[in-house]
C-alpha cells in the first residue's frame, strides 16, 4: 500500500498544567479502520509538551510501519499553526520538540495537518489519559 494515505489523530493530556501527563496517537487507514495505537507516560509536562509528545509518538509510528503518506489531525490549534509557521515558537522546551518534529515529518513522502475538534480526536485522548491512569495504577 505504498501510495495509500493514512489517518493519523495524536491528543495530549495533562492533568493540571503543568502536571503529569499522556499522549496518545492512532492511526487508520483511509475507511477510518485503527490500524494501531500508541500511548506514552510522559511524568510532569505542560499541556503543550503533551501536545508535542503525541504528534512525535503518532510520527514515529507511522515511519516504523512505512506508512508515508499522513493526514494528521491535532486538537491543540496551537500545534498546528506553529507547524503551519503562522505561529513562533518561542519556549526553549518547545523549540526542541519543534526541531524534532520537523525531522520525523521531513522523512514522510508527504503530509498535510489539520486542527480537528476535541471531539473528532476523541479516540487519541482516551490513550493519553489511560497512559496517566495506568501510570497511577502502578504508583499507588
Known sequence: MT???YLLFTDG???GNPGIGGAGAVLMDGRGEVLATG?????HCTNNIAEYEALI?????ALKR???RLQIRLDSELLVKQIL???KVKNPRLMILMERVRLLLSRLETY????????GN???DALANEAIDEHAGRTS
Open 39 to 43: 500511548k506514552k507516560y510522559l511524568g
Open 3 to 5: 501510495g495509500a494515505s
Open 85 to 87: 509557521g503562522e505561529y
Open 66 to 68: 512505512r506508512y508515508l
Open 57 to 61: 509518538l503518532g510520527v514515529e509510528e
Open 112 to 119: 498535510t495537518i489539520q486542527h480537528t475538534a476535541r471531539e
Open 13 to 15: 493530556a495533562c492533568r
Open 122 to 124: 476523541a479516540l487519541a
